[in-house]
C-alpha cells in the first residue's frame, strides 16, 4: 500500500518517525493530549518507537571522560561495550559496580542535546509560522504546545531528575515489600549518566512467558493498577508513561518499576477537581460535570452551553446503563476528551496526562485480564474522597485559607481605597479597558466603510460619464468601482479565512 493511500494519522506518525529524534518525543508528547489532537491521533503517535542507532564503546567512553574525568573501566569492575538497548536519547549497558553490584548504567547519546536544541528553535519558529498564518490551526495552540514539549524534553535530558523520581519513589512505597524501584547509584551518576540497580524478571509485555511461569495475570492486573492508582490519589506523584515495557515481574510476584523519567504530579487543588469530575460522572449530575469542565478548561468566546450541556447529558445516558463491574472508564473517558475537543475547550497540561495515563492504565491491565474494571478498582477511592471531604480536617484547612484571604483583604482594602479617594479628588482617576481582538475587527470595518464608500462615488462617476470616457464608459468609475470589489472580496476572503463567517 503507498503512503497516500493510508489514514492521514499514520502518514502525520511516518512523517515525524523520519523527522528523527525531536520530532518523535514531539509526537509521544502529543499522544497525551487528545484533547487537542483528537483520539484517533493520539492513540496513532502513541505507537511511536523511539529506537535508535548505538553509539559504539569509543563515543561512551567521551561522554564518561566529559562526566567523569575517567573511562567506564575504571569506575566499574566490568562494564559491557555492547548496549542491551538503544533509545533516541540514550542506550542502556549492563556493569558490575566495584563492591560486586549489578548495574545497568544509562549514556545518553554523545552530541543529542545538541542537536535537540536546534531542532525545538526549528520546531518553535515553525509554530509561530503556522499560528500566524493559518488561523484554523489556532485552536491547537502550536506555540504553547511547543514550548510545553520543549520544557518537557529539556527536563527528560537531565537524568539526576530520573534519579530523584526513583528515589521518591522508593520513599512512597518504602512499606510494600511488592513493588520494588531500581536504586539508583550517585558514585557513577551525572546529569547524562544514570547508574541503577539491575532488576531481573519477566516484562508484562510478554504474556505467554507469565502464564508458563505459573502467575495469575488477574491478581497481577489487579496489583499493577492498584498501585498506580495509590500514586495518583494518594500520594499525588506518578509514573506517566504505564505501558507494559516498563513493567515487570521479579523472583516473589514482586512488581518492578522502571523507565522513571516520565512523571506527572497532582496537588490538593488538582485532586479535587478530578475527584469533582469522577463524582459528578458517577452520580450521573450532567450539568455539574459540564460546569466541571468549563472550569477546568480554557473555552472559547464562542462555546455553545446548550450544546456542550446535550451533548454531556447524552454521555451520562450512555453510561448510566453499565454497571460498575462492565464500566469502561477508558472509553468513557475517550468519550468526554472527544467532547471537550468538539467544542474546541482545551484542558490543562496536568490534566490531560492523567486522563491519558488513566486510559493506558485500563489497557495495559486488560492485557493480562480482559475482564479487568478500573472503575471496580476505584470505588473505594470515591468513598475515601466523599470522607475526606467531610473531614474537620480538610474543613479547619479551608477556615484557615478563608481566613487568611479575609485578612489579606481587611489589610489592603482600606489603602486601596485611600487611593482611589485620592486619585478621585485629585482628577487623576483613569480607566483603561482591554478589548480582546478589537484591533482586527476594526480593521475589517474600516476596510468596510471605504470599499462601499468608493463604489458609490465610483458608480456615480460611470453613471455620469466623467471623462476620460472610452466606449461611453467613464474610466475613473469603471477603475474605482474595480478597485472596491476587490477589496471586498479581500474583506471576504480573510473573515472566511478566520472562521467568523458562517
Not at 283 to 305: C, H, K, T
Not at 320 to 337: D, H, K, M, V, Y
Request: aromatic share 6%.
Amino acid at each position: 500500500t503507498q503512503l497516500s493511500d493510508r489514514p492521514i494519522e499514520e502518514r502525520i506518525r511516518c512523517a515525524l518517525t523520519e523527522l528523527g529524534t525531536t520530532f518523535i518525543k514531539l509526537g509521544q508528547i502529543l499522544s497525551t493530549r487528545p484533547d487537542l489532537v483528537g483520539p484517533e491521533l493520539a492513540n496513532e503517535l502513541s505507537q511511536l518507537q523511539s529506537g535508535a542507532p548505538a553509539d559504539d564503546i569509543k563515543e561512551v567512553r567521551k561522554v564518561f571522560d566529559a562526566e567523569f574525568e575517567h573511562p567506564p573501566e575504571e569506575l566499574f569492575q566490568s562494564f559491557d561495550s555492547e548496549p542491551l538497548a538503544s533509545a533516541s536519547i540514550a542506550q542502556i549497558h549492563h556493569a558490575v559496580t566495584l563492591d560486586g553490584r549489578q548495574v545497568v548504567v544509562k549514556v545518553q547519546h554523545r552530541g543529542i542535546q545538541e542537536k535537540i536544541q536546534n531542532d525545538l528553535e526549528i520546531m518553535g519558529e515553525l509554530a509561530k509560522l503556522a499560528e500566524g498564518l493559518a488561523p484554523q490551526i489556532k485552536k491547537f495552540q502550536p506555540v504553547n504546545t511547543v514550548s510545553e514539549f520543549s520544557r518537557t524534553l529539556l527536563r527528560e535530558l537531565d537524568f539526576g531528575r530520573e534519579a530523584r523520581n526513583l528515589q521518591q519513589f522508593a520513599k512512597n512505597f518504602r512499606k510494600d515489600d511488592g513493588i520494588c524501584f531500581p536504586t539508583p547509584y550517585s558514585e557513577t551518576s551525572s546529569r547524562r549518566i544514570l547508574t541503577m540497580e539491575f532488576l531481573e524478571g519477566i516484562s508484562l509485555s510478554h504474556k505467554v512467558e507469565l502464564e508458563k511461569a505459573g502467575y495469575d495475570l488477574k491478581a497481577l492486573a489487579k496489583r499493577g493498577a492498584s498501585m498506580f492508582i495509590d500514586m495518583i490519589f494518594r500520594d499525588g506523584f506518578y509514573h506517566a508513561d504505564p505501558h507494559p515495557g516498563n513493567l515487570m515481574i521479579l523472583p516473589g510476584e514482586v512488581i518492578g518499576v522502571i523507565d522513571c523519567g516520565m512523571v506527572g504530579y497532582i496537588d490538593e487543588e488538582l485532586r479535587e477537581q478530578v475527584e469533582d469530575m469522577l463524582l459528578a460522572a458517577v452520580d450521573e449530575d450532567s450539568d455539574r460535570l459540564a460546569n466541571i469542565v468549563v472550569r477546568l478548561g480554557q473555552v472559547p468566546q464562542d462555546l455553545d452551553r446548550t450544546l456542550l450541556n446535550s451533548d454531556i447529558s447524552d454521555f451520562v445516558m450512555d453510561y448510566r446503563s453499565q454497571t460498575l463491574s462492565e464500566f469502561n472508564l477508558s472509553g468513557a473517558l475517550n468519550a468526554i476528551i472527544s467532547i471537550v475537543r468538539r467544542h474546541n475547550i482545551v484542558l490543562p497540561a496536568r490534566i490531560a496526562l492523567l486522563l491519558k495515563v488513566l486510559v493506558m492504565l485500563e489497557g495495559t491491565a486488560q492485557q493480562l485480564s480482559p475482564d479487568f474494571s478500573l472503575a471496580e478498582l476505584m470505588e473505594p477511592y470515591r468513598e475515601e474522597a466523599i470522607r475526606r471531604r467531610l473531614s474537620p480536617i480538610r474543613l479547619f484547612r479551608r477556615l484557615q485559607t478563608t481566613y487568611r484571604d479575609w485578612n489579606h483583604l481587611a489589610e489592603v482594602l482600606p489603602v486601596d481605597l485611600a487611593d482611589i479617594l485620592s486619585r478621585l479628588k485629585t482628577g487623576r482617576f483613569d480607566i483603561h479597558l482591554d478589548h480582546r481582538r478589537l484591533d482586527s475587527t476594526v480593521n475589517r470595518l474600516v476596510m468596510g466603510i471605504i470599499s462601499a464608500a468608493l463604489f458609490v462615488g465610483s458608480a456615480t462617476l460611470w453613471s455620469a460619464k466623467v471623462p476620460p470616457v472610452l466606449w461611453e464608459y467613464s474610466l475613473p468609475g469603471a477603475f474605482g468601482c474595480g478597485i472596491a470589489v476587490m477589496l471586498g472580496l479581500r474583506l471576504l476572503y480573510a473573515i472566511r479565512r478566520s472562521g467568523d463567517l458562517h
